[in-house]
């Protein structure tokens, strides 16, 4: 079976969600593309879009619509050559939209798993819970004939333990997107223990195809990119819990966040990271890797306390964020939630008296997005860290300690063979967490 | 001719432009220029009749009988003649011939002549399928998705291969920052706000062809624009009629019209050919050289036309277009400076509109109007020449103006 065939039945689970609905586009996308070449014409590509809301299917189809009209009015040269024989379609606008209805007509939705018995390739992106996948993975492979190879999306389940206890026998592989598939250019790739070559070589074409950048991880829960990110706010919520001691806690998460957004120059402070990821998200992340993990314990009561009071972060459909740990209006942080008294507070009680204790930002300050793109990023950041490090400041003292663990984390990683190289790991910083530069840097040596 | 008047080129590159905030349409901007005009001219009751040039409103803006916005600029203008012209990107100078005939023929002394187009309704994209309507309908399957810069990329890759790849691509470069630099001290000019320290490497950048076109990148484009200009065509009547004095107005000295066959390429893609029999007819009709051009508005809708219509006036021979742009002829400080307020690259282009803006920069020019635009006008070089062109070298109309006194 070659490239083409594989994508020519595909199945995409949890294909309503966040992460599937990323998935099921750029694959839809890919599979319409392959079809208008001329050695495919009259082939049928059918990809299945299942998921357990009925109702979240029918949001799907039209992010869809609007999302594959966006992709194609931006190689509109393309599509006119790839229409060129439909003598009908003569205007941009006719062409596009023929692709667009080519795109949808691809698209099968559906409440039911049966409709992936006659799947290929079968992507799963559904909660992240190891029974609840293995229970499906396995009886998707038991009712499928065609011995179909399987997708997993899991950004911290190890695969192998995937793969033995579905029984597939090598026909799975590690494809994790980061969050929006549709715009982040990252996927790490990860093999299990018994992963086929042929799935592994099928794999690396897509990401290709799909102009990802692919970074190959080992299969170790939580792999390079929550491997960084769970610890990394492990750090940030330990360092709120301290200066809480002389602070109020809120105020003391209103500073952590400024720090490791506008000192370490990063597109997000931690705190609203762990709301955009979601706050039970991390935490079930932390509770799959936490059983793998030796001398460390990846688990927060925090974390927990706000849970149980309801605060949960994550994102609206229409990708908006909703309250977590923080609060925003129009998608910036207002607020700050206080465990104690169940309520957000304001940041505007306590932003001035945190600015003081926190001490100017270095002089050389720029803002991510200022930074993160600019031809000069090099000097700016080098200029901006030396001054840090010639500060006194506490907030500079801050952003001291919390860039060496991160970097402490990124190596570490490598010298637990969960990554296999140190730019692997600044890699993912960079392109999956739009980082202006990696955590393993010498900045501030 | 007196009393011009031009809205902001409004688009890509002013500060006001917002792609997903509302903004003026069609109304706001055939009602401001008219107004524009009509204050100079002492009001409505003055004029005998007008004419709007438009290209596409039936598309871009779902729009036609686009005469009857006459009278929506002022009630004075109820129930006098109006006439929409249309002849592409060279409706406005079409509107200018109308009003201009109806002059001659002594049926008007008085007429308000307008130029309007409104484009940023649709993406490029679909614009692209739009202002394809200036070529061939049949042509256009066969045509580039972004349909016209794939004509004139055709013409800069022919030219290219005829002359040498290096020269073209800097003049063309050196087309872009004469404009940009222009159009910085025009006021209502789309790239009045740039502010790019680096004009030549833009001009220089690489076309990429998977995205765009083969041969022109997207500084040697003309911009996406709404705008309209509007300006009196009087007869010396008129002209008292309305109260301005000779020394404000210019005089039509030459015209000439041209036509080639919508269904045909180009003879030579390196040559306008249709460009040139109308500056010629245009100067044979005025009675004057080339050499007493004191400056010209070119179509140049792609830097390459500006190349080409250099050497379609004959300022320099075959070939030698872009030569004569890098010696720096062309700049507002060389022997003959083009498009003083930066055409339509730099002050833009409003399809319908272009070629009546061009008149009024004329005019500003030759009767110093022209505020931080203004260039010296010699003696020995009183003329100003305007090219306006629909499609691509197809609907041509080149004036020849002078200062009135």
């Known amino acids: 079976m070659n490239y083409t065939e594989r994508l020519s039945n595909v199945a995409v689970l949890g294909a309503a969600g966040k992460m599937g609905s990323g998935i099921l586009l750029l694959t839809a996308l890919e599979m319409v593309d392959l079809s208008l070449k001329p050695e495919n014409k009259g082939k049928v590509f059918v990809i299945h879009a299942i998921d357990v809301s009925s109702e979240a299917l029918v949001g799907l189809m039209r992010y869809i619509r609007v999302q594959a009209l966006k992709a194609a009015e931006k190689k509109t040269v393309q599509l006119r050559a790839a229409y060129a024989d439909r003598e009908d379609l003569i205007d941009n606008e006719e062409i596009l939209r023929q692709y667009v209805d080519d795109v949808m007509l691809a698209i099968r939705p559906s409440t039911n798993l049966e409709v992936a018995y006659n799947s290929t390739l079968i992507f799963e992106a559904i909660k992240e819970d190891p029974e609840l996948k293995v229970k499906i993975l396995t009886q998707l492979d038991k009712n499928n004939p065609g011995k179909p190879w399987y997708f997993t999306n899991t950004s911290s389940i190890p695969i192998t333990q995937l793969d ?117 998200v991390c935490q079930y992340i ?68 945190g600015d003081t204790r926190l001490g100017a930002l270095p002089a050389s300050f720029q803002p991510w997005k200022s930074v993160a793109f600019a031809g000069r990023k090099e000097e700016m950041l080098t200029a901006m860290f030396n001054e840090i490090k010639s500060m006194d400041t506490f907030g500079a003292k801050l952003a001291k300690t919390y860039a060496k663990r991160s970097k402490e984390i990124g190596l570490k990683l490598v010298s637990d063979n969960v990554a296999f190289t140190e730019k692997d790991v600044n890699t993912v910083l960079l392109t999956g967490f739009f980082h202006a530069y990696g955590p393993i840097n010498n900045y501030l040596d | 001719m007196v009393a011009g008047y031009n ?64 009278p929506y600029i002022d009630a004075g203008l109820r129930y006098k003649p109006a006439v929409r012209v249309e002849g592409a990107c060279g409706s406005g100078a079409l509107a200018l011939a109308t ?43 066969q045509g580039h998705a972004y349909y016209f810069p794939g004509k004139f990329s055709d013409r800069a890759k022919a030219y290219q291969e005829k002359f040498g790849k290096d020269k073209p691509r800097e ?46 990148n997207v500084y040697d484009c003309s911009k996406v624009s709404d705008g309209a200009s509007a300006i009196a065509v009087v007869s010396e009547e008129g002209l008292k009629r309305v109260g301005i004095p000779k020394s404000e107005a210019i005089e039509v000295i030459g015209m000439g019209q041209a036509e080639d066959d ?41 830097s390459i036309a500006g190349i080409l219509a250099v050497e379609a006036i004959g300022l320099a021979p075959h070939g030698g277009g872009a030569e004569f742009i890098l010696q720096g002829n062309t700049k507002r400080t060389g022997m003959i400076p083009f498009n003083t307020t930066g055409g339509l690259v730099g002050w833009g282009h409003p399809t319908g509109a272009t070629g009546v803006h061009q008149a009024i920069t004329i005019w500003e020019q030759l ?37 009135a006194e």
Not at chain 2, 15 to 41: D, N, T
Request: aromatic share 8%; charged share 25%.
């Open chain 2, 99 to 141: 009003g201009i005939r109806s002059v001659l023929a002594e049926t008007a002394d008085v007429v308000l002549v307008m130029g309007v187009e409104v484009q940023n309704t649709v993406k490029a994209i679909y614009g692209a399928d739009i202002l394809a309507a200036a070529g061939w309908a049949k042509d256009r399957k």
């Open chain 2, 171 to 216: 003049a063309m470069a050196q087309w872009y920052v004469n404009a940009i630099e222009n159009a910085r001290l025009c006021p209502t000019a789309q790239e009045y706000h740039n502010v790019s320290d680096e004009l030549q490497a833009c001009g220089m950048m690489n076309p990429n062809p998977r995205g765009f076109v083969d041969s022109l």
């Open chain 2, 262 to 302: 919508i269904t045909k390429a180009p003879d030579d893609p390196t040559i306008l050919a249709t460009t040139r029999e109308a500056v010629r007819k245009a100067l044979e009709s005025a009675g004057i050289t080339k050499e007493q051009l004191g400056t010209v508005e070119c179509h140049d809708c792609f």
């Open chain 1, 286 to 353: 932390m509770s799959v890797m936490n059983p793998f993990v030796k001398d460390e314990d990846l688990h927060s009561d925090f974390l927990d306390k706000l849970i149980g009071q309801g605060v949960l972060g994550g994102q609206y459909s229409d990708g908006s964020q909703k309250d977590g740990i923080l609060k925003y209006e129009k998608g910036r942080p207002v607020g700050v939630w206080n465990p104690d008294a169940g309520k957000y507070v304001m940041i505007t009680n306590f932003q001035t008296s």
């Open chain 1, 164 to 280: 033995e206890k579905a029984g597939l026998g090598g026909r799975i592989i590690g494809f994790h997107f980061y969050n929006p598939p549709a715009v982040q250019k990252l996927v790490e790739v990860i093999k299990s223990a018994h992963t086929l070559p042929e799935v592994e070589e099928f794999a690396l074409q897509y990401a290709k195809n799909l102009r990802k950048v692919v970074v190959p991880s080992a299969d170790f829960a939580g792999f390079v990119g929550n491997g960084h990110f769970m610890r990394d706010a492990l750090h940030g919520i330990s360092e709120a819990e301290t200066l809480a001691k002389d602070v109020s806690l809120p105020e003391a998460i209103y500073m952590v966040n400024k720090v490791t957004q506008d000192y370490l120059v990063r597109p997000m402070g931690i705190f609203q990271l762990i709301d955009y990821v979601g706050v039970d």
């Open chain 2, 7 to 70: 809205t902001i080129s409004m688009g890509t590159g002013r500060k006001e432009f917002h792609p997903k905030k509302p903004r003026p349409g069609l109304e706001e901007y055939i009602k401001e220029a008219g107004q524009g005009v009509l204050k100079q001219i002492g009001g409505a009751e003055n004029v005998d009749e007008a004419v709007i040039g438009n290209f596409a409103a039936t598309r871009f803006n779902k729009q036609g009988n686009m005469a009857a916005f006459m």
């Open chain 2, 367 to 403: 009767t110093g109007k022209a505020g931080d635009s203004q260039i010296p006008i010699s003696h020995n070089r009183p003329y100003g020449l305007t090219i306006n062109m629909g499609g691509d070298d197809k609907s041509l109309v080149s004036i020849v103006f002078k200062r």
